[in-house]
Structures are given as C-alpha cells and as structure tokens.
C-alpha cells in the first residue's frame, strides 16, 4: 500500500509559515520593520527603567507611545509576514499599513519632543529620548519606502474597486458595444 502513495506523495515546498517578499511586504521594509519593534521595545524598556519624574505626563505619554508602537508593529510584523493575513479577512492591508506607519511616526516623534523637553535630563532619560527618535526615523524611512513603492493607497488609480474580494465589472464603453452589435 505504501506504493501506491508513495509514487505521487511529494512536499510542498510553499508550504512555510513566512511568506517573505509578499505582495505587501518586501525585504527591505520587513527588516525595517523588524528594527522598529526592537528600538520601541528597547525605547520603552529604558522609559520603565526611569525611577521618578517631575511631571509624569510626558512620560506616561512616552511609555503608552512606545508600548502601542512596539505590541502593534509586532503584531502587524507577523501578519504582514505570515500566511496569517489571510485568514484574517481585511482586504485593506496597504491602507492599514500605510496609515498605521505615518500615525506612529507622527506620535513617536511628538512623544519623544515633550519628553525630551521634559525630564530630569538623566543618562536613562537621554537614552529613552534618543531611542525614541531613532524609532521616529524608521517610522518615517519605512513610510517613506511605501509611498516611493505604492504610492498613496487611497488614490484611485483607475482599476475598478473589488466587492467583498471580487473584481466589480466594469460596464463596456458605447464604441465596443456598437462595434460587437454590428
């Protein structure tokens, strides 16, 4: 029996759990996104790390900042990576990427302004600020690389929008409908 099987039985070599170039995510912007979750962990393990602080708000804005950049760039990372983003029934991918990436970089950049204007000026508290611009700057390269290689997501480009993940058709121009009945 185990001939019978064995003669047609072959591995699937696409069969991996990564998925690296996809449609929504190259190389590059994949280790850039990889460095993104390493320097808002470490941005928001140093901002934990601070023992005591004038006026807290800034960074308490810090850290909810940091921790939001580090939990959703992680989650869209393994999405964006995976077989995963399939079965999780969004069809806006480069939308949601594209907004998720300018949002953060723009929230990442304020945060770090108002606690590098406000803190104690300690060795941690340098250190937190400065990681927290050189995630600012991987926000804004990885932004930046999105819009050079799609463009603007929400510009329509002519192509027809897609109903519930089927192309709508598109209705024939007058010329080829008179030149068909002819």
Known sequence: MSEVYSSTTAPNPKSSCFVIPSKHLDKTRFFIKVFEVLLSFVAFVLEEMVSSCTSCSALYFFEFVSCTAFLFTLLLLILLSTTLLDRVGISCWPTLDFVYTG????????????????????????????????????????????????????????????????????????AETEKLNA
């Open 103 to 174: 949002g953060i970089a723009l929230l990442f950049f304020i945060a770090s302004i108002v606690f590098a204007s406000d803190n104690r000026k300690t060795a941690v508290e340098q250190s937190t600020v400065a990681f927290g611009f050189l995630a600012t700057l991987l926000f804004i390269v990885d932004f930046s690389l999105f819009l050079k290689n799609n463009g603007v997501p929400f510009k329509k480009d002519g192509k027809p929008d897609s109903s519930n993940g089927v192309p709508v058709p598109v209705a024939a121009a007058p």
